[in-house]
């Protein structure tokens, strides 16, 4: 496997081991399966493959009991359509080098949340209630980052530290500056806080297209199955 597959990945199983800690829902991972064993915040699935060629009966399995779950297809090879499950995403696994020469600050706009009522206000901004708790602000392995325009808050991103990877993710906006993940603001502010470190995402459609344009390279397929 490509480790640049590998890491991006692995960034994002990390993403949900964290994520689903914050809200302390148990997962089990098994033979290259990773279930939750309680109800996902909303925005993530129940069961995510770790390894390509999981059998489709296993994961059928890992969902018994759930009339509506998703399942992240990290590989894209389940055929899960004669399950009850439709494809929601069909997006493609990213990876961006380092930069050579990394800014030392966040760009102008940019910065990290640091307060429960900036935190609030971003939620709700992003339609993100129930996934990041304010806790999330003491787990140093997330920063969420704030685009304002003056006093306003316009835009955002979140950055989790995947270990191998930092993964990018939750990049919005009220414009093309701030909510392309491939923005130079974007990408800057990501740079300056993870110096020296990989950056890992997936997207679709335009999206995927403006951040191979910025130096991601394409991977391979990320589906994402709903029921």
């Known amino acids: 496997m490509d480790p640049r597959l590998r890491a991006a990945v692995d960034a994002s199983v990390r993403w949900y081991d964290d994520v689903f800690a914050l809200h302390d829902i148990p997962v089990r991972v098994e033979d290259g399966l990773w279930a939750a064993l309680g109800p996902p915040p909303p925005w993530h699935s129940a069961v995510k493959t770790l390894e390509p060629g999981i059998e489709t009966a296993r994961v059928v399995r890992a969902t ?24 929601l995403i069909e997006a493609t696994w990213l990876h961006r080098l380092p930069d050579r020469q990394p800014v030392g600050t966040c760009p102008d706009g940019w910065s990290v949340v640091a307060s429960e009522e900036v935190l609030s ?85 335009v999206e995927r297209d403006a951040m191979v344009a910025s130096g991601f390279a394409p991977l391979g397929p990320h589906r994402v199955w709903t029921r």
């Open 64 to 87: 018994a009991g759930m009339d509506h779950c998703a399942v992240a297809d990290s590989f894209g090879d389940l055929d899960l359509a004669r399950h009850g499950f439709e494809v």
């Open 121 to 205: 206000e971003w939620v709700a901004a992003h339609d993100y209630a129930g996934v990041l708790p304010p806790v999330v602000l003491d787990d140093a392995r997330f920063r969420v980052l704030a685009f304002c325009r003056g006093r306003r808050l316009v835009g955002g991103a979140v950055t989790h530290d995947g270990d191998g990877a930092v993964g990018l993710s939750n990049t919005w906006g009220d414009g093309r500056l701030a909510a392309s993940a491939a923005s130079t603001g974007v990408l800057a502010a990501v740079s300056a806080l993870h110096p020296g470190r990989a950056v890992v995402d997936y997207a679709a459609g």
